[in-house]
């Protein structure tokens, strides 16, 4: 393993835990959603997700999300963001729930379902930005 | 009557009025009521990590009761203990409270 510790042992700032990612996650929330918007995706629970993204080529520049008021959520919308900043469209539409849950340690098993809810919420604005482009390219009609 | 308990100050709360006073009478059937529920707010979570020694004979207590108890998710976050509660103590916020009370509210909520 050769990233860099990102715990408290090692002054990392900023932390990647679940109380950190909420606090960025809660202003990350309520910016001004990209034009590229995904549907909204809700839960059994009555949570919804929907995100919104930039894209620089086919790298995703930025990522924004407005989700229902859950700290899980939340935390682990802002995860998605962070991790995949930058990253290609097509390879962040193979990030699993499973995967996110294993970067974000910390989450009781009852509340890891809410990372399935990100994720599909992620893949549907992943999607619009896929129908987006095919339309410009005059794919749609 | 039946109440509910929030847990809300961080002075005695859990090791006096809780550890001293509720508990002990609730383990000896003498509370007066019953209790629906406990939720806790910032450092008074630490009572429900395993191991704490008046959060497991609380944890027994709620479990032979049916006594609902609950962390604040954001609070058990800030202290990285979300993971590590009791067997089925569940984190949450408040739609997660009144949902989980809404099988059986209390007459009373208490916060101390």
């Known amino acids: 393993m050769t990233a860099a510790c990102r715990e408290a042992c090692c002054s990392a700032t900023p932390r990647f835990t679940v109380a950190e990612l909420f606090e960025r996650g809660f202003r990350r929330n309520r910016a001004t959603p990209f034009n590229i918007e995904g549907g909204a995706i809700n839960d059994a629970e009555g949570n919804t997700a929907r995100f919104s993204l930039a894209l620089n080529q086919s790298k995703l520049s930025e990522l924004r999300f407005r989700v229902s008021s859950c700290t899980t959520l939340i935390a682990y919308c802002e995860a998605l963001a962070e991790l995949l900043h930058g990253r290609d469209a097509g390879l962040a539409a193979q990030f699993t729930p499973r995967e996110l849950v294993a970067a974000l340690p910390g989450v009781p098993a009852l509340k890891q379902s809410r990372a399935v809810l990100a994720v599909a919420a992620l893949r549907a604005a992943l999607v619009a930005a896929q129908t987006n482009s095919t339309a410009h390219q005059g794919g749609v009609t | ?112």
């Open chain 2, 1 to 112: 009557m039946k109440v509910a308990y929030i847990f809300a100050t961080s002075r005695h709360t859990v090791s006096y009025v809780l550890g001293k006073m509720i508990l002990p009478q609730l383990e000896e059937n003498r509370h007066g009521v019953d209790v629906a529920g406990m939720f806790f707010f910032e450092d008074n979570n630490y009572v429900l990590v395993k191991g704490n020694p008046i959060g497991a004979r609380l944890h027994a207590v709620a479990k032979k009761k049916g006594i609902l108890l609950m962390g604040c998710d954001q609070c058990c976050y800030e202290r990285e203990i979300a993971d590590i509660l009791f067997e089925g103590v569940p984190i949450g916020c408040f739609p997660d409270l009144y949902k989980a009370l809404s099988g059986n509210m209390p007459d009373q909520v208490i916060t101390l």
